[in-house]
């Protein structure tokens, strides 16, 4: 296992879209709203945001693509065909994806630290780590939903940014949503990345009451299991295999013949 | 001479659809054998294969094995070449060594490629070699596991005659030291040269199987190309 693990990591390391969305992205994004805003208080909520759209795009976005790319090369076929168990092979490349999340967090929380003079305790740190970790396994499964749902890169592209986009405009990563319509707000409230913002803003405050944590981090957990059972129930082996809905047709015309 | 059966399928029948891809194929694979099995395109041989080797469920038919984990004593190359987007051939083959629970050192790794003849291509990324070494490399993963029965399907398709002949001269290196080995393919000089006995699929059906002098007797033919274009003329599939 962590064999696989180091060598999946070290292949991130040289994925393009790694590079771009989970390590470029981040630091550029941080570095350039942190000193255009310029702002101690909006700071924090930066720092918060730029974590968890990392999450969203890092481990929704690639893993669809490296899934989808995995499996329409016949990998998972071939895994198979070993003794080794797919939910240990999910395990590990969730793992190194946390890895690698929880190495560009802290690059930018360094950042935060240093350029924009972010203050942090242990305690936050602590739960800013548990809320990564809940965070990477929820918008991992949700990146391998979005491939077993797509049969091409194409498709991928637009099913990941269908997923992800919406939940990025409706929650509160970057600015308030008080003066927002209502059906935002609701529909918001109805996604994990709502949560998973408001778990993190409330762990990165330096003073504040960590006990507002609790309720977002649990229905977190709620949706990451969700989203677990959904990607394990939807997973296709191969690109022949249809995908589930069409798996169900097939199965009503060959019962009706 | 009595020889152990490694594997022994009965009866397997795979339907997508109305379309029946496998009909009661039998099918038995023997100790220290080279099997080739043959047939036209869609005939239903790599979905025999996938019967045979668990990846697919037959709608009806059964497969026994010699062993309890057949999984970790079989090695399989399939028609695509199957790597990890991004990875090295070196990590390819250590990615597919921990999916069989080993942990080789890269002086191990790199003895396995150089049997493949990809020592020089250990560091390029999988997805940029030619077409040959890909196929290589698809059979080194395959044989990582110094495994008891090695499966391969097509394994010269699509490639140059210098690679098709370096993959040949592989396979006949791998019998020679006693391995098993089922291989499916359309060239039927490649199969007379290889193979101990041959099975011909065509229409999802066992049309003939034994050795390739049994055949050509049996049937009075030449060639086994000749026996190969008379055996499934019939097919309505075979292209």
């Known amino acids: ?257 | 001479m009595h020889t152990k059966t490694l594997i022994q399928a009965s009866g397997l029948t795979k339907s997508y659809g109305s379309r029946t891809v496998v009909d009661g194929v039998d099918l038995a694979i023997r100790e220290g054998e080279v099997l080739a099995i043959i047939g036209p395109n869609g005939a239903g041989k790599s979905t025999t294969l996938d019967l045979v080797l668990q990846l697919r469920r037959p709608d009806a038919g059964r497969v026994q094995y010699w062993t309890q984990e057949p999984a970790r004593h079989i090695g399989l190359q399939l028609q695509s070449t199957p790597f990890f987007p991004g990875f090295t051939a070196l990590e390819n083959l250590r990615m597919f060594a921990a999916f069989y629970g080993l942990r080789l050192p890269d002086s191990e790794l790199m003895r396995q490629l150089s049997r493949c003849g990809l020592e020089e291509a250990a560091r390029t990324d999988a997805l940029r070699l030619s077409g040959g070494q890909q196929k290589r490399l698809a059979i080194a993963m395959a044989l990582v596991h110094d495994p008891k029965l090695i499966v391969l399907d097509e394994p010269t398709a699509a490639l140059d005659p210098r690679a098709r002949r370096d993959i040949r001269e592989l396979i006949r290196s791998l019998a020679e030291s006693g391995a098993s080995i089922v291989f499916t393919s359309h060239d039927m000089e490649e199969v007379h040269k290889l193979a101990g006995r041959l099975v011909l699929i065509s229409g999802g059906r066992v049309r003939a199987s034994g050795t390739p002098e049994e055949l050509l007797d049996r049937y009075q033919v030449d060639s086994l190309e000749e026996l190969y274009i008379r055996l499934t003329d019939a097919d309505p599939q075979a292209t």
């Open chain 1, 1 to 257: 296992m962590l064999t696989i693990m180091n060598t999946m990591l070290r292949a991130l390391f040289r994925d393009t879209h790694t590079l771009v969305w989970n390590i470029v992205f981040p630091i550029a994004m941080l570095a350039g709203l942190g000193l255009y805003f310029n702002d101690g208080a909006y700071s924090y909520r930066l720092l918060s945001g730029v974590l968890t759209t990392n999450i969203l795009f890092g481990a929704t976005m690639v893993t669809a693509f490296n899934v989808m790319a995995q499996r329409n090369r016949g990998v998972y076929k071939l895994l198979r065909a070993t003794p080794f168990r797919t939910a240990s092979f999910v395990a590990a490349m969730t793992g190194s994806r946390t890895v690698l999340a929880l190495l560009v967090s802290a690059c930018v929380t360094l950042m935060s630290v240093v350029l924009l003079g972010v203050e942090l305790n242990l305690l936050s740190i602590a739960l800013m780590l548990t809320v990564l970790l809940v965070g990477t396994v929820c918008f991992t499964a949700l990146g391998f939903l979005a491939a077993n749902l797509s049969k091409d890169e194409g498709n991928v592209n637009m099913i990941s940014n269908l997923m992800s986009f919406p939940m990025l405009f409706t929650s509160e990563a970057f600015y308030s949503l008080n003066h927002a319509p209502q059906w935002v707000v609701t529909i918001g409230h109805l996604q994990p990345f709502h949560y998973l913002v408001e778990a993190m803003g409330i762990a990165v405050q330096p003073q504040g009451d960590a006990s507002g944590l609790w309720l977002p981090l649990a229905i977190l957990i709620g949706f990451t299991m969700l989203c677990l059972v959904a990607a394990v129930l939807t997973f296709r082996w191969d690109a022949d295999q249809p995908p589930f809905w069409k798996k169900r047709q097939a199965g009503q015309q060959a019962a009706s013949m």
